[in-house]
């Protein structure tokens, strides 16, 4: 099991880094940024993972992986541009 320490809390950061990224590489322009992407990716991992640390179940790394992508699924399905608008040229100026 997994205790709160400084090695602990530079994994879910990683983790959190790590997933923004590959969301943002994945979803491309029909997202949110990469900024908000690695942000989101690091908040939401590093606070289900101390959750999971706090309530102490194992595999708190892993809850904070799948904790991370959920948040970030969410944030880029309701901040997602349609596609129709991009290929009908109705995009704003």
Do not use: C, H, R
């Amino acid at each position: 099991m997994e205790e709160l320490n400084g090695v602990t809390i530079y994994w879910l950061i990683s983790i959190g880094l790590i997933i923004g990224y590959l969301i943002d590489l994945i979803l491309g322009k029909k997202g949110v940024s990469l900024a908000v992407n690695l942000v989101g990716g690091l908040a939401g991992s590093v606070i289900i993972g101390i959750i999971a640390i706090l309530f102490q179940l194992y595999g708190a790394l892993a809850y904070a992986t799948i904790g991370s992508i959920a948040l970030l699924f969410l944030v880029n399905v309701f901040n997602m541009e349609p596609e129709y608008e991009e290929t009908a040229g109705l995009t704003k100026k």
